[in-house]
């Protein structure tokens, strides 16, 4: 049976940015705080209530209603809104807000979530900070996990959003799609927040948990917002939700009854998802169109032939030129890491090693649990030596998991 402690986290996720996106487009970004703090609020009240008296029929809608009302009482008694805020808004002489124009449908949410996405991803505002604002303001990740994101630490985030709001006030923008010219600009922008919102849920670091979900979850829906709208359906984002859509496929057999990795090898083909692979490669053959080639692109490719489970020499040659190309699209050290494991699989495990030992990754643990894995069978020492070097790296219970599990193979 759910409680209030169950749904509480998952409505606060789902439903708080949708809130304080439809109350900033009302008020005005430059008053983002005060839509936070009203959503805040209603959430605390749900928190008690529920608490005290269970959970109402329809908890979704017991938050719309309760806000609607905090909005209203707050418009009518907070004399700051009455004396700052409102007069800076439109029709200030007579300015009210009725429940009505507090709307809270669907379409206006969906609209409100596109608009605030460009809004944070103004050009006036860093890259970095935009996509620090998306995860906290469109996706409401704390401080923490966005400093997990960036690698960086939470006294420094919680600076980078505060300049990034405040520059959100000093330039006044507007929660409003940007001119045709722009969209794509900003598009960029957007799609990296939603490419590592992604993966913080797929390859969770935080939380000590292998997978969460319900943020793959919201940076699908978000995805889906965009193919849905005429002005921001490029190719760029239709590759990038056949990748989500092929990853995704496989949650059911990616984690064990523990909530323990199962490595791709290892997992059962007939938990894959159909529907979501068959999505998958509808939004890819969507992606085809027009002459951009982006790395979206390519790790979706190389996603769907991880769809096929059989090893077989096309799969994996198919596979490493896809990653020669992603390395010349965008280099990163991961990906030509990730490079070596196909190159294992399509030339052998010495011309991998070979490879593998050029990048020099010695302070990550991945680099040593792939070399592990290439030495085992080759060099049983090198490989016990590269395993547990990893160990003493990885952060993550999940990693360690796996690393032990590889190791103890080798007795």
């Not at 944070?120 to 604002?133: D, F, M, R, S, T």
Request: glycine share 4%.
């Amino acid at each position: 049976m759910q409680t209030e402690t169950d749904l509480i986290p998952h409505l606060f996720r789902t439903e708080f940015s949708k809130l304080v996106a439809v109350l900033s487009k009302l008020f005005g970004i430059e008053h983002i705080e005060t839509a936070e703090d009203i959503v805040s609020e209603t959430f605390l009240l749900a928190a008690e209530t529920w608490g005290q008296k269970g959970l109402p029929p329809n908890p979704t809608a017991w938050l719309y209603t309760v806000s609607k009302n905090k909005t209203l009482d707050y418009i009518k008694r907070n004399k700051l809104f009455s004396d700052k805020i409102a007069p800076a808004l439109q029709s200030s002489q007579d300015f009210s807000i009725s429940e009505k124009e507090i709307d809270l449908s669907p379409r206006n949410i969906n609209d409100s979530q596109l608009q605030m996405m460009f809004a944070i991803c103004h050009p006036g505002i860093p890259v970095e900070a935009q996509i620090g604002l998306s995860l906290n303001i469109l996706c409401g990740f704390g401080a923490e996990e966005i400093a997990d994101a960036f690698l960086s630490n939470k006294e420094t985030i919680y600076k980078r959003l505060a300049r990034a709001k405040e520059k959100l006030r000093t330039e006044k923008v507007k929660i409003e799609l940007p001119p045709p010219t722009e969209i794509s600009n900003r598009l960029d922008t957007i799609l990296t927040t939603l490419y590592l919102l992604f993966n913080e849920g797929y390859y969770s670091s935080s939380q000590n948990t292998t997978l969460r979900q319900e943020l793959c979850i919201e940076a699908m829906r978000l995805n889906l917002m965009l193919i849905t709208n005429a002005a921001t359906n490029i190719p760029a984002a239709n590759a990038l939700l056949a990748l989500m859509c092929f990853h995704s496929s496989r949650f059911e057999a990616r984690t064990n009854q523990n909530g323990e990795l199962i490595l791709y090898e290892e997992q059962d083909e007939t938990l894959w998802n159909k529907e979501l692979i068959s999505k998958g490669e509808l939004y890819l053959n969507q992606a085809s169109q027009g002459k951009q080639l982006t790395k979206y692109h390519l790790e979706a490719a190389i996603a769907y032939w991880h769809t096929h489970k059989k090893d077989s020499a096309e799969k994996w040659e198919n596979i490493l030129q896809l990653y020669n190309k992603l390395l010349i699209v965008a280099y990163s050290p991961i990906v030509a890491l990730n490079r070596t494991y196909a190159l294992a699989k399509a030339n052998g495990k010495i011309a991998a090693i070979q490879e593998a030992e050029k990048l020099n990754l010695q302070h990550l643990h991945l680099y040593h649990s792939l070399l592990g894995n290439l030495y085992t069978e080759v060099d049983n020492a090198k490989a016990k030596a590269h395993f547990n070097t990893a160990l003493s790296l990885a952060k993550t219970t999940a990693d360690k998991q796996v690393i032990t599990k590889s190791a103890a193979a080798l007795q």
